[in-house]
Every structure is written in structure tokens, then in C-alpha cells.
């Protein structure tokens, strides 16, 4: 008899352990939800309040959401691929980054240049301002 009183404490108490934990996530994700609907909310007054749809400067809360809101990512489709063209597409890919970078740089470069003629320019104008003066 006082080994059925233990387990039927026992089983109360983990049933009262599940239930609390249970209140608890539950509690979370209303606390979650009503944070984001507050965020989306003041969003939208933001963007909406005004004279004639022009916009007021964002509140704190609309910064935080432009800054953090969750970016949508496009999947691309692609046709399943077989197993042996996996090692080639790797490399395409790798190949691909490679050349996309030495863009990059080569892009990077082009502006260094831009901006040492714009230098040179700024330069010879600062000369014929002195010439001019003298």
C-alpha cells in the first residue's frame, strides 16, 4: 500500500512538472507573437502616419524592425542533379566564386584608379588656381 501512495505521488508530481513546463512555453510564444505584432504594428503607423502620405521619421522599435526583420531568401530551383556531376558542380561553383572575386578586385582596382585621376585633377585645378592668382 505505501508503494502505490509513492508512485501515485511520483506520477503527480511529474504530471505537475509537465503541465508547468508546458505553461511556460506556451507563455513564451504568446510573449513572442505579441512582440512581433507590436513591432509590425508600429511599423505600420509609421509608414502610414502623415500629411498627404508623407512619412515621419521611424521610432526606435521601427529601427530595430528595419534593421533585424527577417530577409527573404530566394530559393533557386534547381533540377536534381545525378551523383557523378556532383564533384564537377562543386568545382563550377568554386570556379564561379573565383572569378566572381577577381571581378571584384578588378572592380576595386578600377575605383582605386578613379579616384587617384580625380586626385591628379583636383591637384592640376589647385595649380591653376595659383596661377591664376599670380
Partial sequence: MVMVTVVMVDVVV?????????????VVVVVAVVLIAVVVVVEHMARNFGEGGQSIRPTAVHNWYLIYRPRKVERQSRP????????????DTAEHFD????????????????????????????????????
Avoid at 511529474?14 to 506556451?26: A, E, H, K
Avoid at 536534381?80 to 568545382?91: G, T, Y
Fill in 14 to 26: 511529474i504530471v505537475i512538472v509537465v503541465l508547468l513546463m508546458v505553461v511556460v512555453v506556451v
Fill in 80 to 91: 536534381r542533379r545525378n551523383l557523378n556531376s556532383e564533384r564537377k558542380d562543386r568545382r
Fill in 99 to 134: 572569378r566572381e572575386r577577381e571581378r571584384e578586385s578588378e572592380r576595386e582596382r578600377e575605383r582605386e584608379r578613379e579616384r587617384k585621376r580625380e586626385r591628379e585633377r583636383e591637384k592640376e585645378r589647385e595649380r591653376e588656381r595659383k596661377r591664376e592668382r599670380e
